[in-house]
């Protein structure tokens, strides 16, 4: 039963609370339309922009494109492995957005014609814009896997890195999985969606796993990487709760020992790496990435062929104007200390949220605001134990700058380096119980 | 441009001079909205809302986290990116927000108990609604009761630093089973 039994009113409560706070512009039906804004992708991203560009100024005309009805949050998606969090939680559709005046159109991008400045659709739908939000998401290289392909991705070996049915496919093959069975998570070359992510999985799985009767089941995660996001609170968290090393139940085995899986084989149920070969009874392959198709196809990915670089200001391409690029699909951030965007929810919905700013602005005949790009992100290890990071950057001179001081992972101990004393459970129990509020609150802040 | 168009744009945050476009409030306010809602108004049960709050309130404990008098747990990161001033900045934009209460309702039985162990330690302070508070303390009617109960688990634990002394005996005093129905009864209260 639904506990928030006032859930609605209170809804209804938000939605006038964000009238009231960002803008008095009355919804009349007779505001003139200032600009044209198409969004490509109703994700985390393309959704927030939608959303913020009508809060901020309903005088835009917003066209959402997006092939789904439904979405579903990858965020806390691996809770639904475990089976801690039922899927549901995590979807909602469009008709929030729809009710801000954003049309929202179901349907497949398949043109970006940055000279007419218009987008083409599957079913031969053209759509004129001033100003291109195009949030794609990451398109996954089953190619750069021998022996997988797409289909075995939809069966035998599923990634399970775009939340829903394929969540549910490996949820059922976690749960087909003998006690002293042993399942491999491959983890690709970074940048890829959610960096904690592969790790936080092994955890959730652990946890199913020993509250299960199935103590003896091995989680290795086969890494390309040599080292990996939150890794000494995930080390740590491994090793008090469910074992981890060659004797444990978590097994992290880093790209310098030959982590990166070179090859699959769905018959046999193999991994193979360049040291060894691994009988699996679950294949969990997360294949490398790269920007979403229709930005690669526009031309948009100038960042090593697979992302797209964008204007620290705005978002804006570097490679066609006013077209703007949010999400998994751009590259931002301080790169040269190695402290890029993180492909997050979180860190899409910041980026949309500059964007709409900028473009309002402009519209408006104003100077953009100077923008602001932050991220929080957890990761549940367990039901009482979570733990963030987060990001601040700002932008001076037209670069990004990392912001060290309102940055960073959760602590690892208390006390002092040369006395370091645990982190109190209530501190990680706090961060896990803080997850779920942050997933609801940034569903509600793209999707509502 | 109208004048009614003009005032909306300064609300938006997109006029404002030139101080405005190097600090712009809504700006640095809009980065809160991924975690306590547009306006300040939560969603989720863990997280509060913020709308609405005593500007005094908000500035003081966004201080101490930054200077890191109190935990805070994931906010004492947060706030050590901003500047004393784009904090005060933040606490003035989210008081003069409407407080929003998400009244959760809660069994009468819950509801009685709730009733006496409020009257009996949180009342003088916060008012036997929660909506009348000291000059120092927040409103928490209709505050998410589950935030409520974990933040008296913050105030009961040695574990934290939690700079607030009347809050923390008061915490403390509570028996183990009223914390949680203290906190659903000011969770459930709609004004």
């Given at each position: 039963m639904n506990p928030y039994v006032d859930r609605r009113t209170f809804l209804k409560a938000v939605t006038a609370a964000a009238g009231t706070a960002v803008l008095t512009?009355?919804?009349?039906?007779?505001?003139?339309?200032k600009a044209r804004v198409v969004v490509v992708g109703g994700g985390y991203g393309g959704a927030s922009a939608a959303r913020y560009l009508r809060l901020l100024d309903p005088g835009i005309e917003v066209t959402l494109i997006e092939r789904g009805t439904r979405y579903t949050s990858c965020?806390?998606?691996?809770?639904v492995l475990s089976g801690s969090r039922d899927i549901s939680t995590l979807q909602t559709g469009y008709g929030g957005l729809a009710q801000r005046g954003v049309k929202v159109v179901h349907d497949e991008v398949v043109g970006i014609d940055p000279v007419k400045k218009a987008v083409t659709t599957g079913t031969g739908g053209t759509f004129g814009y001033d100003a291109l939000v195009v949030a794609p998401g990451v398109e996954l290289?089953?190619?750069?896997?021998?022996?997988?392909n797409a289909d075995l991705a939809e069966s035998r070996?599923?990634?399970?890195?775009?939340?829903g049915p394929q969540t549910l496919l490996l949820k059922k093959q976690i749960e087909a999985m003998p006690d002293g069975g042993r399942m491999v998570i491959a983890v690709p070359p970074a940048?890829?969606?959610?960096?904690?992510g592969p790790y936080e999985r092994a955890a959730q799985v652990a946890m199913y796993c020993q509250s299960h009767g199935k103590k003896k089941v091995k989680i290795l995660l086969?890494?390309?990487?040599d080292s990996f996001s939150k890794r000494p609170l995930f080390e740590q968290a491994w090793k008090a709760l469910y074992g981890y090393g060659s004797d444990g139940m978590i097994e992290w085995i880093g790209g310098a020992a030959g982590?990166?899986?070179e090859r699959v084989d769905a018959e046999a149920m193999t991994c193979h790496t360049a040291f060894d070969d691994i009988q699996c009874d679950v294949i969990n392959v997360i294949p490398p990435h790269r920007a979403g198709r229709i930005a690669v196809d526009a031309g948009?990915?100038?960042?090593?062929?697979?992302w797209c670089a964008v204007k620290p200001?705005?978002?804006?391409s570097t490679a066609q104007k006013d077209i703007f690029v949010i999400g998994d699909a751009c590259v931002g951030g301080e790169l040269s200390t190695g402290n890029?965007?993180?492909?997050?929810a979180h860190m899409a919905n910041s980026q949309a949220k500059v964007v709409a700013a900028s473009l309002a602005a402009r519209f408006n005949g104003l100077p953009a605001p100077k923008p602001l790009y932050t991220n929080t992100c957890y990761s549940v290890v367990a039901h009482d134990w979570g733990f963030s990071v987060v990001h601040l950057f700002r932008v001076e001179n037209n670069q990004w700058v990392y912001v060290k001081d309102g940055s960073g992972i959760s602590?690892?101990?208390?006390?002092?380096?040369?006395k370091p004393i645990p982190v109190p459970r209530l501190y990680r129990r706090m961060e896990a119980e803080y997850a779920d509020g942050w997933l609801r609150n940034l569903m509600t802040d793209a999707f509502s | 441009m109208s004048k009614t168009s003009l005032i909306a744009l300064v609300t938006a945050g997109l006029v404002g001079g030139a101080a405005a476009h190097d600090n712009n409030i809504e700006v640095l306010a809009r980065t809160?909205?991924?975690?306590?809602?547009?306006?300040?108004?939560?969603?989720?049960?863990?997280?509060?809302?913020?709308?609405?709050?005593?500007r005094d309130y908000l500035a003081r404990i966004m201080k101490q986290w930054k200077y890191d008098e109190r935990v805070g747990v994931t906010m004492n990161r947060i706030?050590?990116?901003?500047s004393d001033d784009e904090l005060d900045a933040l606490a003035g934009y989210f008081s003069r927000q409407p407080w929003v209460p998400a009244p959760q309702r809660a069994p009468a039985d819950v509801m009685q108990k709730g009733r006496s162990a409020v009257s009996e330690s949180?009342?003088?302070?916060?008012g036997i609604s929660g909506n009348?508070?000291?000059?120092d303390a927040p409103r928490i009617?209709?505050?998410?009761s589950r935030y409520m109960e974990l933040e008296l688990e913050k105030f009961r634990s040695a574990d934290f630093k939690m700079p607030h002394r009347k809050m923390r005996r008061a915490a403390n005093e509570m028996k183990p089973a009223d914390v949680s129905a203290a906190a659903r009864y000011f969770g459930a209260q709609s004004r």
């Open positions: 512009i009355p919804q009349a039906r007779a505001v003139a339309v965020p806390l998606s691996n809770e290289d089953f190619g750069a896997v021998q022996g997988l070996i599923p990634h399970a890195w775009k939340a940048p890829f969606r959610c960096p904690p086969l890494d390309a990487n982590g990166k899986v948009l990915a100038n960042f090593k062929g697979a200001e705005n978002m804006e890029g965007f993180p492909k997050s602590p690892v101990t208390f006390g002092t380096k040369e | 809160c909205n991924g975690c306590h809602g547009v306006g300040g108004v939560s969603a989720g049960p863990s997280m509060p809302s913020i709308g609405g709050l005593p706030v050590k990116g901003f949180c009342e003088d302070c916060h009348d508070p000291d000059v009617n209709g505050q998410w």
